[in-house]
């Protein structure tokens, strides 16, 4: 697992958007698994400059999406469907027919995540997947305590990650209980994954995600076993790998190399 450090959000956003776009460059019909919540708006809005720049082309990309809501409409704005479509497919030139996200309106859980898992093994694979990572260690929707063997399934979302949610709805009662999500097994089949978090609430879950015993307590913790992980994070996410680990992070600059070799040294 390769740790990127960034000095703060617009760092680390320009640097995943970095790794993304030499992605499409090297193969311009890759598959791109994508995330959606707080962490990669700004990998996209910096993708999206590119773009508008001529500096890269979406138009032979497909797109994964990690999950979405059970039971809410692709029209309805909290749908990931939406945040999507309003955070970046509309602002590029993918075509919507290569773009994929669970359908959140099924009914019927089995069939939905069959068809899912279809839709990824007919695309051969994913090739980048990128990521966020939950306060409490989850990827995609899979919470602690899931199975790492499972691909796409439904989960029921715990309280801890519809309080997370919940500032995105009018009221607690209105977050989604539900989700269809790419399971921890879809997610490690990715060629090469991309981890963003940016914030000091997300320096502990980093630290144990690569630090700690690989455990279904902490589902990002599987990441160590997958041979191409690169975690970009900022300052106030790195604090406590800095505090305690720095010689796992890459990328720092002088002046805070300088401050990592005394909290070696002093260790
Ligand atoms: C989003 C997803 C989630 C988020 C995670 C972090 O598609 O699958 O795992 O990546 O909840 O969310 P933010 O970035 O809002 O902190």
Same mark, same amino acid.
């Given at each position: 697992?390769?740790?990127?450090?960034?000095?703060?959000?617009?760092?680390?956003?320009? @640097?995943?958007?970095?790794?993304?776009?030499?992605?499409?460059?090297? @193969?311009?019909?890759?598959?791109?698994? %994508?995330?959606?919540?707080?962490?990669?708006?700004?990998?996209? $809005?910096?993708?999206?400059?590119?773009?508008?720049?001529?500096?890269?082309?979406?138009?032979?990309?497909?797109?994964?999406?990690?999950?979405?809501?059970?039971?809410?409409?692709? =029209?309805?704005?909290?749908?990931?469907?939406?945040?999507?479509?309003?955070?970046?497919?509309?602002?590029?030139?993918?075509?919507?027919?290569?773009?994929?996200?669970?359908?959140?309106?099924?009914?019927?859980?089995?069939?939905?995540?069959?068809?899912?898992?279809?839709?990824?093994?007919?695309?051969?694979?994913?090739?980048?997947?990128?990521?966020?990572?939950?306060?409490?260690?989850?990827?995609?929707?899979?919470?602690?305590?899931?199975?790492?063997?499972?691909?796409?399934?439904?989960?029921?979302?715990?309280?801890?990650?519809?309080?997370?949610? @919940? $500032?995105?709805? =009018?009221?607690?009662? =209105?977050?989604?209980?539900?989700?269809?999500?790419?399971?921890?097994?879809?997610?490690?089949?990715? @060629?090469?994954?991309? %981890?963003?978090?940016?914030?000091?609430?997300?320096? =502990?879950?980093?630290?144990?995600?690569?630090?700690?015993?690989?455990?279904?307590?902490?589902?990002?913790?599987?990441?160590?076993?997958?041979?191409?992980?690169?975690?970009?994070?900022?300052?106030?996410?790195?604090?406590?790998?800095?505090?305690?680990?720095?010689?796992?992070?890459?990328?720092?600059?002088?002046? $805070?190399?300088?401050?990592?070799?005394?909290?070696?040294?002093?260790?």
């Amino acid at each position: 697992m390769k740790i990127l450090y960034a000095k703060d959000y617009e760092s680390m956003s320009r @640097k995943a958007a970095n790794i993304i776009s030499a992605q499409v460059i090297l @193969k311009p019909n890759c598959v791109l698994g %994508l995330a959606t919540g707080s962490s990669p708006i700004a990998t996209y $809005r910096q993708l999206i400059q590119w773009y508008d720049k001529g500096d890269i082309d979406f138009s032979a990309c497909s797109t994964v999406n990690l999950d979405e809501y059970c039971g809410l409409p692709k =029209d309805n704005e909290q749908s990931y469907a939406y945040f999507m479509y309003e955070n970046f497919f509309r602002h590029i030139n993918i075509r919507m027919e290569n773009t994929n996200i669970p359908d959140g309106m099924n009914p019927d859980a089995d069939a939905e995540c069959r068809r899912y898992n279809g839709v990824i093994r007919d695309l051969g694979g994913i090739d980048l997947q990128l990521l966020g990572i939950g306060h409490n260690g989850h990827i995609g929707f899979n919470e602690p305590g899931g199975a790492f063997e499972k691909e796409t399934h439904c989960v029921s979302l715990t309280r801890q990650t519809i309080e997370a949610n @919940k $500032r995105f709805f =009018d009221r607690i009662e =209105d977050v989604p209980t539900k989700a269809y999500t790419m399971g921890i097994k879809s997610i490690m089949n990715a @060629k090469k994954i991309l %981890l963003v978090a940016s914030g000091e609430s997300k320096s =502990d879950i980093l630290y144990r995600m690569a630090t700690g015993p690989i455990e279904p307590g902490v589902p990002a913790s599987i990441l160590q076993l997958h041979n191409d992980v690169t975690v970009v994070a900022d300052e106030p996410a790195l604090k406590a790998l800095l505090a305690n680990a720095p010689e796992m992070v890459s990328g720092l600059p002088e002046s $805070r190399k300088s401050f990592s070799d005394m909290a070696m040294a002093m260790k």
